[in-house]
């Protein structure tokens, strides 16, 4: 019997229930049950006034969130103004959120999750500006609208070792250096039930910004693969005049991802066709090595854009990063990683996020810090 079944049951006892009740919780002798008998009110008090409220709906609700801060040691050479070295101490994407289910019956479920970003270093914060929407969920799959990552975001998580890490991340150099690394607004999604391995995902953004000359959208799917140890996933986005200008760009990727005992190894290959040029083509390559509590990580990706109108010389660079992760717990990691970014003449290719330098240059930068979920 949990504590709650505990309080219910002691709701129904008679005057003297309160020492059956007492007995349960270990109090076995008279004088332990009469010097107890105040601080065994409070407890049962304090216990069961939490689930009685929540039992009021019988259906969950969930805190949760991450802190993940770095300190890093960044600088930025070549090109006519280098930048020096210096240190900061940046946000890795921490997060709180709450989410919840109700059962509407019939095997329909209706959800819902607010998730905000928030700044521990600059208190620099909007609310729910990550993942946040409503939906209804059943065995047909599940419908959600409001403001989610696309399904071709959500392809490269995969592959991408480093996640939010501010100067290593997967929108460095692939997925346009970050335009189609998007959490769309106004979107509607649907995601289907898993079938022997396979699953999809669908979105497409409302066009609540259109104007005379100008019809803003996305439309963005998945098809995944999973079974065993292996993983695959194949992306694609189409994107039409979605920086505020005439443009039709489209993205297509595939991932691959093996589980080997100890070693976890992923590719990702990337082409991708904007307004003004050909195609711009990336991959990335990653491979993970886990034993105990310590996991070694790396990570390469390149970048090379294709047919630049009037450009004559087309931009071009590579990204090599080095990681070391510590896992206190489930909830906490230490985290360890180094940089460093290549870029030719007219190389565009930088930090994921926490930007440095300019066209040309190359960034490169230490970095040191602590992740802690809950």
Known sequence: MNIWEKCQESGRRSPRGSQALSSEFGLTSTKEILMNKKLMALAVAGACVAPAAMAQTAN?????????????????????????????????????????????????????????????????????????????????????????????????????????????????ALHDRGNFDRREQNVLQYWTPTWAGFSAKFAQTANEGKTASLNPSTFSANVVYAKGPVKLQYGYEKQKDVSATVSKEEGNEITGEFTWGSFKLAAMVEEIKKTGSTKQKNWLASALYTMGKHQLAYQHQESKDGGVTGAALQPECDIDSFGYFYNWSKRSQLVALYTKVDNNAAGVCRFGAGQLGGTGQDPQGFAIGIKHVF
Do not use: C, H
């Open 60 to 172: 969950p609700v969930t805190l949760y969130g991450r802190v993940y801060v770095m300190f890093e040691s960044v600088e930025a050479k070549g090109g006519a103004a280098p930048v020096a070295s210096r240190s900061r101490v940046s946000d890795q994407s921490s997060l709180l959120g709450v989410r919840g289910t109700e059962d509407l019956g019939g095997g329909l479920k209706a959800f819902f999750q607010l998730e905000t970003a928030f700044n521990p270093e600059s208190n620099s914060t909007t609310f729910a500006t990550r993942n946040s929407g409503v939906g209804l969920q059943g065995g047909w799959g599940s419908f959600v609208m409001g403001r989610w990552d696309t399904p071709y975001k959500v392809v490269g998580y995969g592959p991408d070792i480093w996640g939010d890490l501010t100067i290593a991340g997967i929108t460095s």
